[in-house]
């Protein structure tokens, strides 16, 4: 625990890995001249439930939270944004009078990544196609259906788990499985990777993109290494990606302004501090 007299935030889970929230944290509020912290803390999951019924008295102002608390923070909060509703998931935590209440800025980050790196990805609209079904698909699938991509294919290894989504989600939502790809692949304005494929330490992510549009935009939500094989592909064949980096650094920022009241800002720079941890 850090000094208890000024507002400390913190990213919870257990094991606590290395995380780069700290060094984010920690960068906005020397920017903005706050007198602040954030720390890692680690609470085993047989504390868990006890840990989030008496988050809101303290002694933290806000929390990250990572795995494998997610349920358990979900099932503790008083009320949750109505991100965190729709997607049946928090990552965000803190406190308004006195109430625990969760929020999900995967989704906001996602878009505000995009929107940043992109030049037309405010005005691109049209069939997306979403590879995974897992968490983070989910997030991914609610922020598009947002902008009005349709439709949005799901292709994963399980199809069951795309078809949950479409439950989820309604028809916008395709379920698909990879022998699928080829065939979608031609009409779609959007390819987003959402599994671990590509992840150091997992096998790459392989696709054959010759029949892509020309415009067709590429995202990874994969940020290790920065440069995907999917995105080295893409980038060979002259399409337009953007890497996953943005969207750790974007999805930081809602929770940072809920906790110290000052809504940063995803600078080159703080790009360059997390990528010098890396
Ligand atoms: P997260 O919450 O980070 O999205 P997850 O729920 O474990 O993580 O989801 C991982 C995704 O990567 C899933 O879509 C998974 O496919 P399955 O649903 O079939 O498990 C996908 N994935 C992981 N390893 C894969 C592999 N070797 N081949 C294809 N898909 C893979």
Redesign the pocket.
Known sequence: MSDPTIPTACVVGWPIRHSRSPIIHRHWLARHGLAGDYVQHAVPPEEAEAFFANFARGPFVGANVTVPHKEVAFAAVDRTDAVASALGAVNTLFVENGQLVGANTDAPGFIANLDQSSPDFSARSGPAIVL??????RAVIWALKQRGFAPIHVV???LA?AEALAERFGSVVRPAGWDQLPALLPEAALLVN????GMQGE?PLVIDLERARDDLLVTDIVYVPLETPLLALARARGLQTVDGLGMLLHQAAPGFEYWFGVRPEVTPELRRLVLADM
């Open positions: 995974g079904a897992g968490g983070a698909s994963n290894r399980t788990r959402t599994t671990s494929l096998p």
